[in-house]
């Protein structure tokens, strides 16, 4: 399975479209279709009770995707949020230097400076084509930022020197209001505080479909720590985000992780959980040890005191800070991959999505056998509404039956439930299972019970 039949797959089912598609695209958004808004919601549903839900120790915020620009200043991005972009001089073109020397072998670290990425870009540069011309005529890197300015509060003409900023991460409104939500709940040291929104960032390259996108959803958990319990703690939360992987069914031979070698100076540890894409195993979530990083840089540029008071042992510190932080579009890229599936049925070949039930984006399509028979349309409009209280159901009459059961299968619908002839003597239908296609037949006031297990 390649890239390209996910991305067909995903625009064919509705899944996945690309932004402004009858105005010829706009690179780095993509919008979720009809099933692509349920997958993705039952990813967000799923990482909320697992982050949330079940944990008495983290509490839910939805700060605003504005924020005040000195917050950027502070957290480091208006100066240092950047990625290396280098030209091609005969077409303009603009590509990520890091990621063709990666390409090459070469690594190339956020910590290299300019002048030292510069350096290891010339060596190469005349093995490197531009994509998009072919030519091998490139400029300087430069340092290019990825924040995503904005003109909003500002109704001046030169807004573009004092701009607000589109948040490039959601986490800096968690920082923010570390001191609101310790002094208006009931949270105690260790606790979380836990986000899903949008960012962000100016990509040089987006590529590789959801993977890398201008404009994403982040969901990220930022937990606060006595100095001295941050590693201990960070080592619970990696385990507890490598099983959440496990209860969404992923294949665990498709997880790896990834220890970063090169930290950030502040950064204690810092490991991502790699996923197995079509394109190889990349970053699918980061969690990372921060130490008083971002705390104290907001004490710095508020000037307000974030320390924390311990009462129990009568002690004060500005509390470290370790965070799990993972793409929506990412995770549901490779919940789409690791479901794709081709096998065959009689004789044909099949594709289908086995997804986990509870993640699938309809949990069972009701189909009448016939189109032309009033009383089986009827009757199976029935089921469709009684099942429609408790899940997400969808009733389809169109084409022949084996037709219904491929478009239902390539969904990842896990039960597709036929209203017959017998039905309307016995109240009973049958029920076909995705993965097996084996048919089952129950009775219509068990469909429900049967359904939800
Ligand atoms: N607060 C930490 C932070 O934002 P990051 O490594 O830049 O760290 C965290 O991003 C996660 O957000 C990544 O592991 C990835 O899942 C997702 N992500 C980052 N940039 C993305 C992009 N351009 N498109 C889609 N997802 C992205």
């Known amino acids: 399975m390649t890239l390209e039949d996910i991305v067909s797959l995903c625009k064919r089912r509705g899944f996945v479209y690309p932004s402004s598609d009858i105005y010829g695209g706009f690179a780095g958004v993509y919008d979720f279709g009809p099933y692509g808004v349920e997958l993705a919601n039952n990813l967000k549903n799923a990482w909320w009770k697992y982050m949330v839900q079940r944990r ?8 605003g995707i504005f924020m005040a620009p000195a917050i950027w200043k502070a957290s480091g991005h208006v100066d240092g949020f950047s990625d290396p972009l280098v030209e091609c001089k005969a077409c303009h073109n603009r590509i990520r230097a890091d990621h063709v020397l990666e390409e090459l072998g ?4 956020e910590k290299m400076t300019e002048a030292e990425l510069n350096e290891l870009f010339d060596k190469h540069k005349k093995d490197i084509k531009c994509p998009s011309c072919g030519k091998k005529d490139w400029g300087q890197v430069k340092a290019f930022n990825l924040l995503v300015k904005s003109n909003l509060g500002n109704l001046g003409e030169n807004w573009d020197e004092d701009p607000s900023y589109l948040r490039g991460e959601t986490c800096q409104g968690i920082y923010v209001n570390f001191p609101n939500v310790v002094n208006s709940t009931r949270v105690k040291i260790p606790f979380g505080i836990a986000q899903v929104g949008k960012a962000f960032r100016n990509e040089i390259s987006p590529r590789q479909f959801i993977f890398r996108g201008r404009e994403f959803e982040q969901m990220e ?3 606060f720590v006595e100095p001295d319990q941050e590693m201990v703690e960070y080592e619970k939360l990696r385990q507890y985000r490598w099983d959440f992987y496990k209860t969404l069914g992923l294949n665990e ?3 790896k992780w990834h220890k970063h070698d090169n930290l950030v100076f502040y950064a204690k540890e810092a490991y991502d959980i790699e996923y197995n894409f079509p394109f190889g195993f990349k970053e699918l979530e980061g969690i990372h040890a921060r130490g008083d990083y971002d705390l104290t840089q907001h004490q710095k540029g508020s000037g307000k005191d974030l320390s924390y008071f311990d ?12 965070e ?3 793409g929506v579009g990412r995770m549901f890229l490779a919940v789409v991959t690791d479901a794709y599936k081709v096998d065959e049925v009689n004789g044909e070949e099949r594709t289908f999505l086995k997804l986990d039930p509870a993640l699938a984006p309809i949990k069972a399509a009701v189909f009448p056998l016939l189109k032309n028979k009033p009383e089986l349309v009827a009757k199976a409009k029935e089921v469709y509404a009684q099942l429609a209280e408790h899940m997400m ?4 009459d169109n084409g022949n039956i084996g037709k219904r059961y491929r478009r239902q299968d390539e969904i990842g619908t896990p039960a597709c439930v036929v209203i017959d002839f017998d039905s309307l003597e016995d109240d009973s239908v049958t029920v076909r299972d995705r993965d097996t296609t084996k048919q089952e037949r129950v009775k219509i006031s068990e469909l429900i019970m049967k359904l939800s297990k």
């Open 56 to 63: 008495p120790d983290i509490v839910g915020l939805d700060s």
């Open 106 to 109: 070469e690594q190339a670290d």
């Open 221 to 223: 958990m930022q937990y």
């Open 253 to 255: 031979k498709n997880l």
């Open 311 to 322: 009462q129990a042992n009568d002690k004060r510190y500005v509390p470290h800070i370790i």
């Open 324 to 326: 799990s932080s993972v």
């Open 393 to 396: 159901v969808e009733f389809d």
